[in-house]
């Protein structure tokens, strides 16, 4: 079974590591906050670690997900909600907001 | 023929926002022009409330349930906004117009369906917005006075900009 590469959780969940992705500097990571706000993801483009967490709050009073294109996560976010996703394999993650296709992102895991 | 019909009914739609956008909204005041813009999302969430019962195309019925959920979230936005500055929304010739039309447009989509009406509807909501758009940037939002309401009405239109192109995408697929 391949390992999963994401792992989504929201605010009230404790981070989720999964045992046994055995990863390069895969420690205790650190947490890159995304804004979402005015329907721009900001930054848009980020660069990040394996281990690290990506946290996306949305400012806006209007729902919005960030969801991977290759289909690893889609995250709904309602207003004033924040949502996180921990990364746990190099790669680029080009990912939209689903309800408004113009919003996009791009973290590059290395 | 019936693309001819729903253009013919979107010109209906459209002169009522024209007939402001060409100057008779100098007059307009904070409680009528929350109330048009009020009604312009009502008229969008019920069609699409319309178009999730009889669209065919996956594509299609997202974007409706998108309409639906954001201008849902701008016309609450807009009550609670008007509720705090204590306005009255004022029913007046524009918004009474964008009402009738509406009624014509929806009983001109009732008659279709299947890929009709999904190229209809998506047809429908491209011009709608345009002309929805056209209407805030170049009267609804200028002639507000209220810094609150100027605003929503601001980020509104960044809203519905983005509903304007993802309905282009989205007729665009379908006539693939
Ligand atoms: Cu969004």
Known sequence: ?110 | MKLIKAAAFFTVAASALLAINAGAADKLNDAQIAHIAYTAGDIDVKAAEFALTRAHSPAVKSFAQDMVRDHKAVNDKALALVKKLNVTPEDNDTSKALVKSAETKRAELEKLSGAAFDQAYAENEVNYHKTVNGALDKTLIPSASNGELKSLLETGLKIFKGHEQHAEHVLKELQK
């Open chain 1, 1 to 110: 079974m391949r390992p999963r590469a994401y792992v989504a959780s929201g605010l009230a969940l404790a981070s989720v590591v999964l045992a046994g992705v055995a990863l390069a500097g895969g420690g205790a990571g650190g947490v890159i906050r995304v804004t979402v706000g005015d329907l721009t993801f900001s930054p848009a483009s980020i660069t990040a670690k394996p281990g690290d967490t990506i946290e996306w709050v949305n400012g806006d009073f209007i729902d919005h997900t960030a969801t991977d294109e290759a289909a690893h996560f889609d995250i709904v976010m309602a207003p004033g909600e924040t949502q996180r996703v921990k990364l746990q394999e190099p790669g680029i993650i080009t990912y939209i907001c689903r309800y408004h296709p113009n919003m996009t992102g791009r973290i590059e895991v290395k």
